[in-house]
């Protein structure tokens, strides 16, 4: 019964930034955790970070230190803030409560 919508994607030159949102609506009854994940070309889709219901934040190793995830819980949406953008970050990025998922939103970020 929940739909997830992301947005914010596109193309943005290495060392730039870009936010994306995640958009939840739907019959919500918990504060779940949410997770970011990408995949890119030729790739398995890999997990990139973590926020839960309390706010606690993990992340992939590769985005660490570059990428922020963030929660607005009043608007059922999560963020993910990236910076430093490198071109193997590019990717289709997708985020996931429970097991729902968004379609995705392409970054691509060029050299």
């Known amino acids: 019964q929940v739909q997830l919508v992301e947005s914010g994607g596109g193309l943005v030159q290495a060392g730039g930034s870009l936010r994306l949102s995640c958009a939840a609506s739907?019959?919500?009854?918990?504060?779940?955790?949410m997770g970011w994940y990408r995949q890119a070309p030729g790739k398995q889709r890999e997990w990139v970070a973590t926020?839960?219901?309390?706010?606690?934040?993990t992340y992939a190793e590769s985005v660490k230190g570059r990428f922020t995830i963030s929660r607005d819980n009043a608007r059922n949406t999560v963020y993910l803030q990236m910076n430093s953008l490198k071109p193997e970050d590019t990717a289709v990025y997708y985020c996931?409560?429970?097991?729902?998922w968004g379609k995705g939103t392409l970054v691509t970020v060029s050299s």
């Open positions: 926020i839960t219901s309390t706010g606690k934040t």
């Open positions: 996931r409560r429970l097991s729902v």
């Open positions: 739907g019959s919500i009854f918990r504060l779940n955790d």
